[in-house]
Nanobody, 115 residues
């Protein structure tokens, strides 16, 4: 059974930082492509960042230079370091894993940035 468990969300003031974690189980993490998405109230879920099995990173333009995605295959965990947070970053953040041909989602973690 595949499980993705996110943590690290919370309330932070604008300009602050948070680090999200997503721990995976039930898959061979080292051959999985991992990503973070987010969904703000009333909006569609949107791509934030991705890191491939070869550690190639991609970012949405809105977070480039502020967010950093990384992974630790030994811990089966993907991270999202978020710096210089803005109120518009407020959303539920979801971990996304592509393992073989199947996509899995975490339950989401709330990030709220106050102005």
């Amino acid at each position: 059974q595949v499980q993705l468990v996110e943590s690290g969300g919370g309330l932070v003031q604008a300009g602050g930082s948070l680090r999200l974690s997503c721990a995976a189980s039930g898959i061979i993490f080292s051959i999985s492509s991992t990503a973070w998405y987010r969904q703000a109230p009333g909006k569609q879920r949107e791509f934030v960042a991705r890191i491939t099995t070869r550690t190639t990173e991609n970012y949405a333009d809105s977070v480039k230079g502020r967010f950093t995605i990384s992974r630790d295959n030994a811990k089966n965990t993907v991270y999202l370091q978020m710096n210089s947070l803005k109120p518009e970053d407020t959303a539920v953040y979801y971990c996304n894993v592509l393992y073989r041909t199947t996509t899995y989602w975490g339950q989401g973690t709330q990030v709220t940035v106050s102005s």
